[in-house]
C-alpha cells in the first residue's frame, strides 16, 4: 500500500511541471517578492494595502525604492496617476492604489516601466450583480452568490464571508472597478430592510479600503411592498418621504453609499408608468431622495413597451423624449445594443443622442447569450467594436467610446458590466471567463485599450508559469502558448457569432435558458416579441427583420448618416445585414455567394474554428497546470459538440424556408431537426 501512495505522488510529480491550481487566485497569483522600500509620507488603510501590494509582489529591480506621493495636478483626472519608475504621483490615496497596481501588472507582464499619466475612461466603473437574496444568481453560471446566503433568510456575516469579499474586492482595483450593485435589478424589496442592510454595511465596510462603493437595485414599489403605505406613486407626498427617510437611514449606516440601480416599467417590475407617472418622475423622485447625501441613480433603459412594436425601437422611443428633463444625479444605463446582449447588434441609437442626459452603458460580461459558462468566449473584442462604432451624432468620429465618456459631453459618466462571478473556485465557472471580468474593469478604466493588448496582459497574468521566480517569458513560451492561446481568444467570440447567429441574425436561441439554438421557439399566446419567427422573419422569400422605411423603420433613430449607411444593401456591412433587412435568398453577398450559400458556410466556419480552439489548446499542454488545462479542455469539447448543434439545427430550420442544399463541400449535418428540438439540447 504505502508504495503504491509513494509512487502516485512520485508519479504525479514528475508529470506535472507546473503546479495544479483552482485558478481562484485569477491574474493576481504573483508569488514572487523581490526588496524593494516604500517612501510615503500619508498613513491609511488604502496607503496601507498599496504598500503591501508592492512589498509582496514586487518584481522590479531588487532593492529599488518607490515614493508614493498624494499631489495634486491638473493632469490627473479623478483617481488617475502619473506613473514614473520610482514614483506614484496621484490627486487621491485611491489613485496611489490604481497606480501601484497598474506598475505591478507591468512588472510581471515583463515590461519596462510605461511613464506616463494613467486617467479613467468612466468615474463610475461598475459591476452589476444579477445576485437574489436566496442566493441565486439570475443568469449565473458560476455557482451561488458571493454576497447572499441559499435561503435567503441567514444574514449572519462570517469569517469566510469577509475573506471572499475582500479577495473580491482586491480583484476589482487591480483593474480599477471602482463600485458594485450587489442584488439583482430584478430586485426584492427586502433588500430595504433594517435587518438586510446590516448586511450591505458589512459588505460595504470589507470592500471600503479598495475604494468600491456599493450599490443597490431597489424594487420601485418598495414602499407598498415593506413600508406598509398603500401606494408606490412617486408623486405621492407619503411615497416621496418614505424614499427620504430609507435614504437617510441606508448613509447613516453606509456614509459612502453610492445609490440606487433601478429597473422600472419593464419586464413585469413595477415602476412609475403603474400610477400614470412617467420615468422622469420616478427616476427624479429617487434622485432627490438621495442627492442631499451625494448618490445617485441610475435608471435602465431597458425597457418593452406595452405595445408590440418593433422591439429594437422602445428603449429610443420611451427615453429620447425626455432628453435633458432628468436631475443631474441620474444616468441613464442603456444596454449596448438595441434588444438584449445578443452575440452581435450594431449600437443602440440613444448612444449620442440623448446630448442633455448623462447615459451609461450596461455590457454583459456573464455570458448568458454566449454559452454561459462553458464556451470560451473572450468578450473584449466584442466591446471594442462597441465603442468603435460612429454614430456620427456630432460630427464623423463621434463614437460610441467619445460620446459616452466625456469627450464629447461634458457630463457624469459611468459604465456597467453585469458580472459572471459566483461561488466556484474559479470565481466565474470557466477559467478564461475570468478574462471577461479582468477585460471589462480594463476597458472601464481604458476604453481606447485594444483587446489584444488586453489579451496580452491577461495570458501573462493568468498563466505565467513561473510566480515563484523573476519574470521571463521564454521565446518557447511565447510563440507555443501565448501566441495559440492569444489567438484562439482574439477569434472566439467571430466563432460563436458564426455557429449561432451570423449574418446579423439575433434572438433565435431557446427561450428561457438561452443556452442551445431555438429558431422555431413559438407559443400560442405569448408576446409576439418574445418569439424566435418575430426576429428572423423567414419565408420563402429570404431572411431577416426589415427595419428600413419599407419595414418598423427603427433605422431612423440613428443618425441619417449612419441610417443610411446601414439602410442600404449595398452599404449595410454583412454581419449586420439580417438585423435591419429582410433579404432574398439569393442576394449576392460580397463573396459572390448567395445569401444561403454563404450562411451554410458562416455557421460550417464556426464549427470547424471550434474544432481549431480544441487543437490549439491540445498543443499547449506542457505549458498549463493540469487541473486548468483539463477543466479547459472538457469545456471544449462541449462548446464543439454545441457548436455543431447550432449549426445543423438553424441549417436544416432556415433550409425549410430557402428549400436549398446545403453545399457539398460542406460536412453534412449529424443531428436530426426532430431530435434537437426534443432534446433541447441537454440545457445545462
Ligand atoms: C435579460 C435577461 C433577464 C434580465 C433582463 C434585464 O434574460 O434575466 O432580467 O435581461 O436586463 O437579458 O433586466
Known amino acids: 500500500m504505502r508504495s503504491l501512495i509513494l509512487f502516485t505522488v512520485l508519479f504525479f510529480v514528475v508529470q506535472s511541471n507546473v503546479q495544479a491550481e483552482d485558478g481562484h487566485k485569477l491574474w493576481l497569483r504573483n508569488q514572487f517578492s523581490g526588496e524593494v522600500n516604500v517612501v510615503c509620507a500619508g498613513k491609511s488603510e488604502i496607503i496601507d494595502l498599496a504598500k503591501k501590494e508592492l512589498k509582496n509582489n514586487w518584481n522590479g529591480i531588487d532593492g529599488a525604492t518607490i515614493q508614493l506621493l498624494v499631489k495634486k495636478n491638473n493632469e490627473v483626472k479623478g483617481d488617475g496617476f502619473i506613473l514614473e519608475e520610482n514614483k506614484i504621483q496621484a490627486n487621491t490615496e485611491l489613485g496611489l492604489l490604481y497606480g501601484v497596481f497598474e506598475l505591478l501588472r507591468q512588472q510581471q507582464c515583463g ?5 506616463k499619466t494613467y486617467n479613467p475612461s468612466y468615474e463610475l466603473r461598475l459591476l452589476n450583480h444579477w445576485d437574489n437574496l436566496n442566493g441565486s444568481v439570475e443568469r449565473g453560471y458560476a455557482g451561488a452568490s458571493i454576497f447572499w446566503k441559499k435561503g435567503g433568510s441567514d444574514l449572519t456575516v462570517s469569517d469566510y464571508d469577509k475573506k471572499l469579499w475582500h479577495e473580491y474586492a482586491r480583484a476589482n482595483a487591480s483593474v480599477g472597478i471602482n463600485g458594485t450593485v ?10 430595504l430592510k433594517a435587518e438586510t442592510l446590516q448586511r450591505v454595511k458589512a459588505i460595504a465596510d470589507v470592500l471600503r479600503p479598495f475604494g468600491i462603493k456599493v450599490f443597490v437595485s431597489i424594487n420601485f414599489s418598495s414602499p407598498a411592498l415593506v413600508g406598509g403605505l398603500k401606494t408606490s406613486d412617486p408623486l405621492n407626498t407619503e411615497v416621496i418621504n418614505w424614499w427620504q427617510a430609507k435614504a437617510k437611514e441606508i448613509y447613516s449606516l453606509i456614509p459612502d453609499f453610492g445609490g440606487f440601480l433601478v429597473k422600472a416599467s419593464s419586464e413585469g417590475q413595477p415602476g412609475p408608468h403603474d400610477y400614470g407617472r412617467s420615468h422622469v418622475d420616478g427616476a427624479n423622485m429617487l434622485a432627490d431622495a438621495l442627492k442631499p447625501h451625494g448618490g445617485i441613480v441610475m435608471w435602465r433603459a431597458f425597457v418593452y413597451s406595452a405595445k408590440e412594436d418593433d422591439r429594437a425601437e422602445q428603449a429610443y422611443a420611451e427615453f429620447f423624449p425626455f432628453d435633458g428633463q432628468f436631475r443631474d444625479n441620474v444616468i441613464i444605463q442603456v444596454k449596448n445594443g438595441p434588444i438584449d446582449f445578443m452575440p452581435r447588434e450594431p449600437f443602440s441609437p440613444l448612444f449620442g443622442a440623448m446630448k442633455n442626459t448623462p447615459l451609461m452603458p450596461e455590457l454583459q460580461i456573464t455570458q448568458e447569450y454566449l454559452g454561459h459558462s462553458i464556451h470560451l468566449v473572450f468578450l473584449a473584442t466584442m466591446w471594442e467594436e462597441f465603442f468603435k462604432s460612429d454614430t456620427h451624432q456630432e460630427g464623423p468620429g463621434s463614437t460610441v467610446a467619445k460620446c459616452t465618456d466625456g469627450t464629447i459631453f461634458k457630463q457624469k459618466t459611468a459604465i456597467a ?8 473556485a474559479n470565481w466565474c465557472g470557466h477559467d478564461f471567463a475570468q478574462a471577461n471580468w479582468y477585460a471589462f474593469g480594463r476597458l472601464a478604466w481604458n476604453n481606447q485599450l485594444s483587446s489584444e493588448q488586453i489579451a496580452d496582459e491577461w495570458i501573462k497574468l493568468t498563466f505565467n508559469p513561473d510566480v515563484n521566480g523573476k519574470v521571463n517569458f521564454s521565446e518557447n513560451w511565447t510563440e507555443n502558448f501565448m501566441k495559440p492561446v492569444k489567438k484562439m481568444m482574439l477569434d472566439s467570440r467571430e466563432a460563436a457569432v458564426n455557429y449561432m447567429m451570423p449574418l446579423g441574425l439575433h434572438h433565435i436561441m431557446q427561450a428561457h435558458h438561452h443556452y442551445g439554438p431555438g429558431p422555431w421557439w413559438e407559443i400560442e399566446g405569448v408576446r409576439k416579441d418574445w418569439t424566435m419567427p418575430y426576429y428572423h422573419q423567414a419565408d420563402s422569400f429570404g431572411v431577416g427583420f426589415n427595419r428600413t422605411k419599407t419595414g418598423s423603420n427603427a433605422l431612423a433613430q440613428y443618425h441619417p448618416t449612419v441610417a443610411e449607411n446601414f439602410g442600404d444593401l449595398r452599404t449595410c456591412p454583412e454581419e449586420y445585414l439580417l438585423w435591419f433587412h429582410h433579404v432574398s435568398w439569393n442576394h449576392k453577398m460580397n463573396s459572390g455567394k448567395t445569401l444561403w450559400d454563404e450562411m451554410c458556410y458562416r455557421y460550417d466556419y464556426g464549427v470547424q474554428q471550434v474544432r481549431g ?3 490549439s489548446w491540445d498543443k499547449v499542454q506542457n505549458f498549463v497546470d493540469a487541473g486548468r488545462f483539463t477543466a479547459v479542455q472538457r469545456k471544449l469539447r462541449k462548446q464543439a ?3 455543431q448543434v447550432w449549426k445543423d439545427a438553424c441549417l436544416l430550420y432556415f433550409q425549410q424556408f430557402s ?6 463541400d460542406i460536412e453534412r449535418p449529424i443531428h436530426n431537426l426532430d431530435d434537437i428540438r426534443k432534446n433541447d439540447m441537454d440545457r445545462p
Open 659 to 664: 428549400k436549398q442544399i446545403i453545399p457539398f
Open 613 to 615: 480552439f480544441q487543437v
Open 111 to 115: 515590461q519596462k516601466v510605461n511613464e
Open 417 to 424: 458590466g453585469v458580472a459572471n462571478i459566483g461561488t466556484d
Open 641 to 643: 459538440q454545441n457548436a
Open 182 to 191: 450587489i442584488n439583482n435589478v430584478n430586485a426584492s424589496p427586502n433588500v
